[in-house]
């Protein structure tokens, strides 16, 4: 049978020889760039010691309990071998070095491995912990500087009470200069602690120490106060923790997204708990490779979204993108771009403040920020790196833009000077949101030197507050100004009021909510009951010796309020304060608060918008567009090789609208509707036929029953003179047959004017076809009468048996038939019908009658043309037939007028429309009617009228020469 070696030998030479690996690593690359040599050989013979022991410890076989003592024993000669190295002790507090304790940092491996089970006292027995909240600050520190200054540059300021602080050089010697608000971060921990130390009902029987350490804007320091941390001395050991009586409970820090990404891998490893209360880089929520990083502060993709709703609300749709070029400037920009691209908005330009250049490419930005039309322009950049474009803007006069700020400088103090008020004023953007810390600004007010004469931040603090230098160079900061004051300790606070900003407490905040984190966190691990904890087998942590790990699980569920009553956990969704800059009474630029952005909420984006201020027309939004919009009525075209938001107001064509600004297509009204005169909404079409209630409807219904009454005139005459002569020649019957198609033909006028029903359409040209058709077929049988007549009176002529009524009659009956066969084909085939033409005329509505079948209207009029024109040619034969009185000349001029008139008609009506076409066709019909009967039966109304005496058969037989009508 195969022998197995336990996991445990195996799991300990893997970490044995990673331990060794790691060890000789960090002695050969770690301190080889800033020590000296001998330094560098010293530290790479102990690692190579080291790695001998832990080579040896880890390929030896042994059980648990064993591999934990030959472990405890090899972290003993670690520390033994770093102490006789070492050439002065750690100065901690002023105190001695106490005995040194190693402690292993177990990584994912001793946590899988079953962690260790406390053992249960009684709440009341515990004794006192003091656990260790370690405080790594990562701001620029620059005079003046705001709370957003935060990212690539990396400082500390850290000031507590005498036995907790960790002497670290002035800033002086580091080349750092004093930043008051970063300072106010520092005590916004303080003073948390402080609270959680005084509550008795957080954390009894346990007090929170700190320490702290500068990284002063430098990215190894960084590493190395991290390892610092870890080992809990000068001399950092990876994978070793010395000071085994103070637990770690957790590093708060960074306050820079890229010192935090370095910390966070190698705290990660550990499973250390690290908060940061100001790193927004989105990269850090991912949790497989932060595992125990958190924040107190949203990402920058909840702000890089709520600034483009920004952007989107004001209707900006032409905008300019501004940010430097950090992961925290392109990650944030490139997310603005994709929501204002995605809602429609165009980008006018994209450019990068360049952090490497001294000038930070300025006279480049401001060039094409002024050669551009975009007004409003997105800026996602660190105050200090946009000065130098601001004053290049300055020095350029470019004004007139509306900046939208990230949270790294829309409160920024630096950028509120006076002089940047022309460029800055109007300013709106994103803030972080501000919490309550009640009874701090009390505790800013009591910071005096005197309480922590170890804390080298509080002295720096009070030499730049009151321009002073202390006159003890052991706890002077190293300023030599020979025009400073010497500092006496007793100065007041309170006598410099704009020195701190308590009613901005904004990152302060943050820091306040991480070391509550912390503290809510230690209070639940430590109240874990046995059997019923979240390790295995219902195990608790050891209050006294608790792993990372251990802590970690209960930070990622911590949820507490605050004492002003606000929530927390590390679900933390995007909430910002919207601030907008405002000029004060007194002529300072004052941030005021104009709404908040909850990026969990309904509504998203809430604004008070009465009280929001801009630069020109405070009261109006400024626009910020590439071509100014498209009122109703017009529709936009986009231009040739320009962005979408650049195009070309284009008037809506004739029977379209548009009823929105910038409206990319018009719209047809309803059929019955019609634009109105600007072309922006639609208004109902005029209905239009020829109404008897209009002018010239009126006129021609007058003249159609004046006339209709005129030849009913005549024919009551001619039956009052039937038996002269005059009646009696040429077919009497006729003539009464010819005035009654007269009147007909004259009322057939009427059925045109009014309202076109179904019932008039099918009537009127079928009655006005057939009373014609009857009207000249009458004057071509009179005519034809004629004409047979005095051929008949020559001898021997067949004619004579043609000579009669009948024969009238026949012609009459006969002409009269064809019509109206016609028409009854006509209206059978395709009748006339009502219709609504909403073609013909822009914006109206012509009710008329269609035809039906343009082919049998023109056929009717054909026939009564050929009716007429034959009628015409048989008169016009018989005009010099010798008689007194020959009708034929008569019915040649009446025929001739007649066909003039429809000739004349044929044009006329095909170039009309609507009511005008109505109105031609009966102007048509009563001219034509009027010709007929004022050439045929005038004159012989003159004669009975007003010369009776030639109305005698003398004269009509030609037998009185002398009194022959010529």
Same mark, same amino acid.
């Given at each position: 049978?195969?022998?197995?070696?336990?996991?445990?030998?195996?799991?300990?030479?893997?970490?044995?020889?990673?331990?060794?690996?790691?060890?000789?690593?960090?002695?050969?690359?770690?301190?080889?760039?800033?020590?000296?040599?001998?330094?560098?050989?010293?530290?790479?013979?102990?690692?190579?010691?080291?790695?001998?022991?832990?080579?040896?410890?880890?390929?030896?076989?042994?059980?648990?309990?064993?591999?934990?003592?030959?472990?405890?024993?090899?972290?003993?000669?670690?520390?033994?071998?770093?102490?006789?190295?070492?050439?002065?002790?750690?100065?901690?507090?002023?105190?001695?070095?106490?005995?040194?304790?190693?402690?292993?940092?177990?990584?994912?491996?001793?946590?899988?491995?079953?962690?260790?089970?406390?053992?249960?006292?009684?709440?009341?027995?515990?004794?006192?912990?003091?656990?260790?909240?370690?405080?790594?600050?990562?701001?620029?520190?620059?005079?003046?500087?705001?709370?957003?200054?935060?990212?690539?540059?990396?400082?500390?300021?850290?000031?507590?009470?005498?036995?907790?602080?960790?002497?670290?050089?002035?800033?002086?010697?580091?080349?750092?200069?004093?930043?008051?608000?970063?300072?106010?971060?520092?005590?916004?921990?303080?003073?948390?602690?402080?609270?959680?130390?005084?509550?008795?009902?957080?954390?009894?029987?346990?007090?929170?120490?700190?320490?702290?350490?500068?990284?002063?804007?430098?990215?190894?320091?960084?590493?190395?106060?991290?390892?610092?941390?870890?080992?809990?001395?000068?001399?950092?050991?990876?994978?070793?923790?010395?000071?085994?009586?103070?637990?770690?409970?957790?590093?708060?820090?960074?306050?820079?997204?890229?010192?935090?990404?370095?910390?966070?891998?190698?705290?990660?490893?550990?499973?250390?708990?690290?908060?940061?209360?100001?790193?927004?880089?989105?990269?850090?929520?991912?949790?497989?490779?932060?595992?125990?990083?958190?924040?107190?502060?949203?990402?920058?993709?909840?702000?890089?979204?709520?600034?483009?709703?920004?952007?989107?609300?004001?209707?900006?749709?032409?905008?300019?993108?501004?940010?430097?070029?950090?992961?925290?400037?392109?990650?944030?920009?490139?997310?603005?771009?994709?929501?204002?691209?995605?809602?429609?908005?165009?980008?006018?330009?994209?450019?990068?403040?360049?952090?490497?250049?001294?000038?930070?490419?300025?006279?480049?930005?401001?060039?094409?920020?002024?050669?551009?039309?975009?007004?409003?322009?997105?800026?996602?950049?660190?105050?200090?790196?946009?000065?130098?474009?601001?004053?290049?803007?300055?020095?350029?006069?470019?004004?007139?833009?509306?900046?939208?700020?990230?949270?790294?400088?829309?409160?920024?103090?630096?950028?509120?000077?006076?002089?940047?008020?022309?460029?800055?004023?109007?300013?709106?953007?994103?803030?972080?949101?501000?919490?309550?810390?009640?009874?701090?600004?009390?505790?800013?007010?009591?910071?005096?030197?005197?309480?922590?004469?170890?804390?080298?931040?509080?002295?720096?603090?009070?030499?730049?507050?009151?321009?002073?230098?202390?006159?003890?160079?052991?706890?002077?900061?190293?300023?030599?100004?020979?025009?400073?004051?010497?500092?006496?300790?007793?100065?007041?606070?309170?006598?410099?009021?704009?020195?701190?900003?308590?009613?901005?407490?904004?990152?302060?905040?943050?820091?306040?909510?991480?070391?509550?984190?912390?503290?809510?966190?230690?209070?639940?691990?430590?109240?874990?009951?046995?059997?019923?904890?979240?390790?295995?087998?219902?195990?608790?942590?050891?209050?006294?010796?608790?792993?990372?790990?251990?802590?970690?699980?209960?930070?990622?569920?911590?949820?507490?309020?605050?004492?002003?009553?606000?929530?927390?956990?590390?679900?933390?969704?995007?909430?910002?304060?919207?601030?907008?800059?405002?000029?004060?009474?007194?002529?300072?630029?004052?941030?005021?608060?104009?709404?908040?952005?909850?990026?969990?909420?309904?509504?998203?984006?809430?604004?008070?918008?009465?009280?929001?201020?801009?630069?020109?027309?405070?009261?109006?939004?400024?626009?910020?567009?590439?071509?100014?919009?498209?009122?109703?009525?017009?529709?936009?075209?986009?231009?040739?090789?320009?962005?979408?938001?650049?195009?070309?107001?284009?008037?809506?064509?004739?029977?379209?609208?548009?009823?929105?600004?910038?409206?990319?297509?018009?719209?047809?009204?309803?059929?019955?509707?019609?634009?109105?005169?600007?072309?922006?909404?639609?208004?109902?079409?005029?209905?239009?036929?020829?109404?008897?209630?209009?002018?010239?409807?009126?006129?021609?219904?007058?003249?159609?029953?004046?006339?209709?009454?005129?030849?009913?005139?005549?024919? $009551?005459?001619? &039956?009052?003179?039937? =038996?002269?002569?005059?009646?009696? *020649?040429?077919?009497?019957? %006729?003539? @009464? +047959?010819? #005035?009654?198609?007269?009147?007909?033909?004259?009322?057939?006028?009427?059925?045109?004017?009014?309202?076109?029903?179904?019932?008039?359409?099918?009537?009127?040209?079928?009655?006005?076809?057939?009373?014609?058709?009857?009207?000249?077929?009458?004057?071509?049988?009179?005519?034809?009468?004629?004409?047979?007549?005095?051929?008949?009176?020559?001898?021997?002529?067949?004619?004579?048996?043609?000579?009669?009524?009948?024969?009238?009659?026949?012609?009459?009956?006969?002409?009269?038939?064809?019509?109206?066969?016609?028409?009854?084909?006509?209206?059978?085939?395709?009748?006339?019908?009502?219709?609504?033409?909403?073609?013909?005329?822009? $914006?109206?509505? &012509?009710?008329?009658? =269609?035809?039906?079948?343009?082919? *049998?209207?023109?056929?009717? %009029?054909? @026939? +009564?043309? #050929?009716?007429?024109?034959?009628?015409?040619?048989?008169?016009?034969?018989?005009?010099?037939?010798?008689?007194?009185?020959?009708?034929?000349?008569?019915?040649?001029?009446?025929?001739?007028?007649?066909?003039?008139?429809?000739?004349?008609?044929?044009?006329?009506?095909?170039?009309?429309?609507?009511?005008?076409?109505?109105?031609?066709?009966?102007?048509?019909?009563?001219?034509?009617?009027?010709?007929?009967?004022?050439?045929?039966?005038?004159?012989?109304?003159?004669?009975?009228?007003?010369?009776?005496?030639?109305?005698?058969?003398?004269?009509?037989?030609?037998?009185?020469?002398?009194?022959?009508?010529?």
């Amino acid at each position: 049978m195969t022998s197995r070696v336990p996991a445990t030998q195996h799991r300990g030479a893997r970490h044995a020889k990673h331990v060794g690996d790691t060890i000789v690593k960090n002695a050969d690359q770690l301190f080889s760039t800033d020590l000296r040599r001998q330094e560098h050989l010293r530290k790479k013979a102990i690692g190579d010691e080291v790695a001998q022991n832990v080579t040896a410890v880890g390929t030896t076989p042994c059980t648990v309990h064993d591999c934990h003592k030959r472990w405890n024993d090899l972290h003993l000669k670690v520390c033994n071998l770093l102490l006789a190295q070492r050439t002065q002790g750690m100065a901690t507090g002023g105190s001695s070095t106490p005995p040194i304790h190693l402690e292993s940092i177990e990584g994912v491996d001793a946590a899988e491995a079953g962690g260790m089970t406390s053992k249960e006292a009684d709440e009341s027995k515990r004794p006192t912990v003091k656990n260790e909240v370690w405080m790594l600050d990562a701001a620029p520190r620059l005079q003046g500087e705001d709370v957003t200054n935060k990212r690539n540059e990396v400082d500390l300021r850290l000031a507590g009470r005498p036995d907790q602080v960790r002497r670290s050089p002035t800033l002086v010697e580091m080349g750092c200069r004093f930043g008051f608000l970063d300072y106010q971060w520092l005590q916004g921990m303080t003073f948390a602690i402080e609270e959680i130390n005084s509550n008795p009902d957080l954390l009894p029987n346990t007090t929170l120490g700190f320490w702290m350490y500068d990284s002063c804007r430098v990215f190894q320091k960084v590493m190395e106060g991290t390892l610092w941390m870890l080992t809990g001395r000068d001399e950092a050991v990876a994978n070793y923790r010395c000071l085994q009586e103070l637990p770690l409970a957790g590093i708060i820090g960074d306050s820079g997204s890229t010192p935090s990404i370095l910390m966070a891998r190698v705290l990660g490893l550990y499973r250390i708990p690290q908060i940061s209360y100001f790193s927004t880089n989105p990269i850090l929520s991912d949790r497989k490779q932060f595992p125990s990083f958190f924040r107190t502060i949203p990402t920058d993709d909840y702000q890089s979204r709520g600034l483009a709703q920004l952007v989107i609300h004001f209707g900006w749709t032409w905008v300019g993108l501004l940010a430097e070029d950090s992961d925290y400037g392109q990650q944030g920009i490139q997310i603005v771009k994709q929501e204002v691209i995605n809602a429609g908005v165009c980008v006018a330009f994209s450019e990068n403040v360049i952090l490497s250049r001294t000038d930070r490419n300025a006279f480049h930005v401001v060039q094409v920020i002024k050669n551009s039309t975009a007004k409003a322009i997105v800026v996602f950049c660190l105050d200090a790196d946009l000065a130098p474009v601001l004053d290049e803007m300055v020095w350029q006069n470019v004004t007139g833009k509306i900046w939208i700020a990230s949270e790294a400088w829309s409160t920024s103090k630096l950028l509120s000077e006076r002089k940047y008020w022309d460029i800055l004023a109007g300013t709106i953007g994103f803030a972080i949101h501000s919490g309550a810390m009640p009874g701090f600004d009390q505790y800013l007010n009591n910071i005096n030197p005197t309480k922590y004469p170890e804390d080298n931040f509080t002295r720096e603090f009070w030499e730049e507050a009151f321009v002073c230098t202390w006159s003890d160079p052991n706890i002077s900061s190293g300023l030599t100004n020979n025009n400073r004051k010497p500092c006496m300790g007793d100065e007041k606070l309170d006598s410099l009021p704009n020195l701190y900003d308590g009613t901005n407490l904004r990152v302060t905040y943050n820091t306040y909510l991480a070391v509550y984190a912390i503290a809510i966190s230690l209070q639940d691990m430590l109240s874990c009951r046995q059997n019923r904890g979240p390790f295995i087998h219902g195990s608790c942590a050891d209050s006294l010796d608790f792993h990372p790990w251990q802590l970690l699980h209960y930070v990622k569920n911590v949820h507490f309020k605050t004492k002003a009553g606000a929530e927390f956990d590390f679900d933390i969704n995007g909430r910002y304060d919207i601030v907008n800059w405002q000029m004060n009474a007194v002529g300072a630029i004052h941030h005021v608060k104009v709404g908040n952005y909850d990026s969990s909420a309904t509504e998203n984006l809430k604004l008070n918008t009465s009280t929001i201020q801009w630069k020109v027309q405070s009261d109006l939004v400024p626009r910020s567009v590439c071509t100014m919009s498209c009122s109703p009525g017009y529709y936009k075209v986009t231009m040739p090789s320009k962005p979408a938001c650049c195009f070309q107001c284009v008037q809506c064509s004739q029977g379209d609208m548009s009823n929105q600004t910038d409206s990319i297509e018009c719209i047809k009204c309803p059929l019955e509707f019609w634009p109105a005169g600007k072309q922006d909404r639609c208004i109902p079409k005029i209905t239009e036929f020829l109404s008897s209630e209009e002018y010239l409807g009126i006129v021609l219904t007058a003249t159609g029953i004046l006339f209709s009454s005129i030849p009913s005139v005549i024919l $009551g005459l001619f &039956i009052h003179f039937r =038996n002269t002569p005059i009646v009696k *020649a040429n077919n009497r019957s %006729l003539s @009464y +047959l010819l #005035l009654l198609s007269l009147t007909l033909c004259f009322l057939s006028s009427l059925t045109f004017i009014g309202y076109p029903t179904q019932e008039k359409c099918l009537l009127r040209q079928a009655a006005f076809g057939i009373s014609f058709a009857l009207c000249v077929s009458c004057i071509l049988a009179k005519t034809t009468m004629v004409v047979i007549a005095f051929n008949a009176t020559k001898p021997n002529s067949d004619l004579r048996r043609w000579i009669g009524p009948q024969m009238s009659y026949l012609v009459v009956c006969i002409s009269t038939l064809i019509q109206v066969l016609l028409c009854i084909l006509w209206l059978s085939l395709s009748p006339p019908f009502c219709e609504k033409n909403t073609q013909t005329e822009p $914006g109206k509505i &012509i009710i008329q009658c =269609n035809e039906g079948s343009l082919i *049998a209207f023109w056929c009717m %009029l054909g @026939y +009564l043309g #050929l009716l007429a024109f034959i009628s015409f040619i048989v008169a016009f034969l018989a005009r010099k037939l010798p008689d007194s009185f020959n009708e034929a000349q008569f019915i040649t001029f009446s025929m001739l007028a007649f066909l003039s008139v429809w000739l004349s008609f044929i044009p006329a009506y095909l170039s009309t429309r609507g009511k005008y076409m109505v109105a031609m066709e009966i102007f048509a019909i009563q001219s034509s009617s009027s010709a007929l009967l004022s050439c045929i039966f005038f004159p012989k109304c003159y004669i009975i009228l007003v010369k009776p005496e030639l109305n005698t058969k003398e004269h009509l037989m030609g037998r009185d020469p002398a009194n022959i009508v010529h």
